[in-house]
Each structure stands twice: as C-alpha cells, then as structure tokens.
C-alpha cells in the first residue's frame, strides 16, 4: 500500500505534487508533536457453520479495538541527534493497554549512542523470567548488542551512505514524478477552516480516491513505467547497493558482485519477459477484489507547505476462494492443488486519523529515571535465557 501511494501521490497533476512536495518538506521538521487513532471494522462470511463461529468471536473482539499513538520528536537538521516519545494504547472492551516508548540517539560521536526504553505493561512483565518481572523497563541499546557473525557496523559510513542515498532519492522522485501519468487524476481540492499552531485557518484539503479497478491499472502502470525507467532502474542499484554494503553478512562482498551482475544483465529482452510475466499475473487478477466496495479514501491537509493532518479509509476485501484460483492459476505445471477448497470472505475496513502540531517548535520529552531496582537490560535477558534459565 506504502509504495502504492506513493506513486500516486508522484503523478504529474499540480494536486499531487502539491501533496508530494509537502510530504518531502514535513519529513524534514526539526519537532513536532502527532495524535494518530485507527479503528477498525471487519465481517466475515460464507464458512463453514464451525470456522463462522471462531470467526465471529474474532470480529467481536477486533471490531471494538481502538489502536492510537501520541508521539513527540525532536531532533537537529542533521538527524544524527533525535528524542521521541510514543505512547501507545490499545483500547478494547476488556482491558486498556498503556505502552510508552522513549527513544535517545546520538550518532554524531565516535562511539554512537542508541537508546530504547519501553514501560513493560502487567501482562507483558508477567510473562518474563522471575528476577524481571518487578521492573518497570525494559532498555534497549542496539548499537551495543552482540551479532552472532562478529561484524560491527560502521556508524560513521552509515550515515555517509544514508545521506548520499536521501539526496538520490529525493533528487529521483522529484524528476521520477514529471514523467509518472497513470492517465487517471484520482485527487480532487478543496479548502476548509482547521485548528493550527496559529489558530483556525483556511487549509488545504486533497482528497485521493481508488476503487479495486484503478488500484490494479495504478500497480500495473507502476511496475511496466518503473521497469523500463532508466532513472528508477539506476535508483534500485543503489538502494541495493547500499544495502548490501551496510549488511553484516560475512559474504557481502560476493552477494554485492553477484547483484552487480544480475543487474547489468538485466537487458531490455529480460526486462520484457519479466513484464510479460507480470502482466499475466495482474490479467489473472482481475477476477480477485482487493478493495472492497468503499475502496481507498484519503484526505490530506496542507498549511504552510507541511502536512498538518491526515484521515482516511482503506477497505480491503478477501474472497478466499476466488484468492485460491488465483493463485492456483498462477502454479507451475506439475503442482498438485490443494484437496480442500477454502471457502468465505473476510472485509476489513480501516479508519485512521492523524493530527500533527508543534512543527519547529520546542518540544518537551521527559525520560524516566532509570536504575537497577525499576530496569534491565534486555541483555541481561537474553543472557540468562541463553544459559538456560526457565521462565517461572
């Protein structure tokens, strides 16, 4: 769905670039402060009378859950210094589970600095090895923590090739999206009043719909356009270049020649098989609903350039039995289809809403003092775990 819209949002009408250019300028914020909730709506029919009752349990309980976040960030222009916090609650008729999350980092010195603390709720402590479950946190230092191959990884190459590859890819959507013409404007404008961080102002309001239809035509447009992109195709070696340089397998040297290789023999003759395979698969698709009837919706509003809320649905449907010709269909000669056919449909229907404020301005993130008696290390758990000592 990510890289979907994506390239929605990358089309070449002014509505999408207007949302594409204020996407790019909000990830680039020094703080800001975010309240995001989701709901979600899911029914299930057509199973059999038995998997229709574990089936309805499911729903009663997902069908009440709330999911929402309350995140503070603060970094410098740089990002190799940043704080977050995040409280996290799941909200559902039985219980209401409170998970806050702090987050330190600091990569501008020789030896970087990583940080995670989570505030165990009761019923995640329950469940740890005896001498932990009277201690509140949980520390995270991820930068310190044993690799069973023996590699480190170079912080300071790290953030060298991170950089170098941000500037490509920026530098890449940006002309990618001149080009990028699905021939379908799927995004409407219009303005409406929005509390801001300078009180109620008239706002910005983009609205991107798609329907099961223009969803499939969007991935298939994306996928033939991206692979005979010269550009994009340029853009992949690097990412997997990087990639691979950043991993800590002890054979990355060989696994970056052999994609090296792969990919200059990626010619125009192979890249034509490949589409022609991938465009029997979206033909074989059509017949299978991947959106339900009130397939994508969402609402994006601009003020000053940034990206001050977003809202939306995303209705996904699953019609088990048409899913397992699909797939069936796409089976190579001489594999046995399976004796029992599935049967039912599931609809899902996803809410969520996000509301951003405090961009630029000072925010305050206060950590939890920590010491032997309220924290540990998780470390020390897997330490203990690894030597054989049982849970209680």
Partial sequence: ?????????????????????????????????????????LSGSGFNSDAQQQVDNALMLLNNTTLSFDTKVKGNEDKTVAQAQVIMNVATPQMNLNVPIWVDSDLTETTPKLTEI?????????????????????????????????????MTKFLEFSKTLRTKEISFLESYAKQFNPNFDTVSSSSEYLTTDDGSKLVSRYEIRLDDKQLKDLIRYTVNNFVQNKEA????????DFSLQMSQTPDKEKNLAAFDQAFAQFDEDKQADFLA????????????????????????????GYLIKESGVINLNLDLAKMSQFMQALKVNGQQSSPVEPEGTLDMLINFNTDVTGINAPVDISFPELDKTNSFNMTEMTDLLGKGVKKD
């Fill in 1 to 41: 769905m990510a890289v979907v819209l994506l390239f929605v949002l990358t089309g070449c009408s002014l509505n999408q670039q207007e949302i594409f250019n204020a996407a790019l300028k909000t990830q680039d914020v020094n703080s800001k402060q975010a309240h995001t909730e989701l709901t979600f709506h």
């Fill in 233 to 240: 195709l340029a853009f992949v070696k690097d990412f997997m």
């Fill in 118 to 154: 989570i505030k165990l709720p009761q019923i995640a402590k329950a469940s740890l090895p005896e001498q932990f479950q009277n201690k509140d946190y949980m520390v995270l230092t991820p930068l310190t923590m044993k690799d069973p191959t023996g590699n480190t990884l170079d």
């Fill in 277 to 304: 395979g991938f465009n029997n698969v979206m033909d074989q698709l059509q017949g299978v609903r991947i959106l339900g009837d009130k397939g994508l919706d969402l609402q994006y509003y601009l003020y000053n």
